[in-house]
T-cell receptor, first 113, second 109 residues
Framework: NAGVMQNPRHLVRRRGQEARLRCSPMKGHSHVYWYRQLPEEGLKFMVYLQKENIIDESGMPKERFSAEFPKEGPSILRIQQVVRGDSAAYFC???????????FGQGTRLTVV | EDQVTQSPEALRLQEGESSSLNCSYTVSGLRGLFWYRQDPGKGPEFLFTLYSAGEEKEKERLKATLTKKESFLHITAPKPEDSATYLCAVQLTGNQFYFGTGTSLTVIP
């Protein structure tokens, strides 16, 4: 019974490149949340998705960031033209129904050089 | 504006010294309150869910309680392995989870 799987665990990108972060939710979970965490800061909500739908993207920057959760396959958080300020840990969580607890993956640590 | 505030920011305890962590919230449309534990370099680990004022949940040395304005995480006779950052989160009626900044707990042997 695998937990939430995120890959890669560590990602290094040069400024201007694209970063693609993947999240496979727990089996039977159809709700996915993405969060960003900076050192010494809390988890900041970015986007909430259900299969094939974005439910709430109010925490995601309007430019360069996008997210999807297709019918088949993992959820993807895409950051285009990365800048140094995008360096952070990005966590994904999944929930079975959206009103039950969410379980987190181990995160992807993005470093922009 | 919806807010979740945790206190203290950091807490150092001697092994066996019981204490409480606080999570206060001002939100509209609370669906539930959740406690997580996060170890350095890892993702948050789910601990408890509380849905209504007066509710309590227990697990080993931890007990979580909820009122209309705040939640407490009580730690009884802590051990060094309880050292971690404890996060609380509120879930609103839109199903989003919003987190506080956490309490960093250090338990000294």
């Amino acid at each position: 019974n695998a937990g939430v799987m995120q890959n890669p665990r560590h990602l290094v990108r040069r400024r201007g490149q694209e970063a693609r972060l993947r999240c496979s939710p727990m089996k039977g979970h159809s709700h996915v949340y993405w969060y960003r965490q900076l050192p010494e800061e809390g988890l900041k909500f970015m986007v909430y998705l259900q299969k094939e739908n974005i439910i709430d993207e109010s925490g995601m920057p309007k430019e360069r960031f996008s997210a999807e959760f297709p019918k088949e396959g993992p959820s993807i958080l895409r950051i285009q033209q990365v800048v140094r300020g995008d360096s952070a840990a990005y966590f994904c969580a999944s929930s079975r129904t959206g009103i039950t607890e969410a379980f987190f993956g181990q995160g992807t640590r993005l470093t922009v050089v | 504006e919806d807010q979740v505030t945790q206190s203290p920011e950091a807490l150092r305890l001697q092994e066996g010294e019981s204490s409480s962590l606080n999570c206060s919230y001002t939100v509209s449309g609370l669906r539930g309150l959740f406690w997580y534990r996060q170890d350095p370099g890892k993702g948050p680990e789910f601990l408890f869910t509380l849905y209504s004022a007066g509710e309590e949940k227990e697990k080993e040395r931890l007990k979580a309680t909820l009122t209309k304005k705040e939640s407490f995480l009580h730690i009884t006779a802590p051990k060094p392995e309880d050292s971690a950052t404890y996060l609380c989160a509120v879930q609103l009626t839109g199903n989003q989870f919003y987190f506080g900044t956490g309490t960093s707990l250090t338990v000294i042997p």
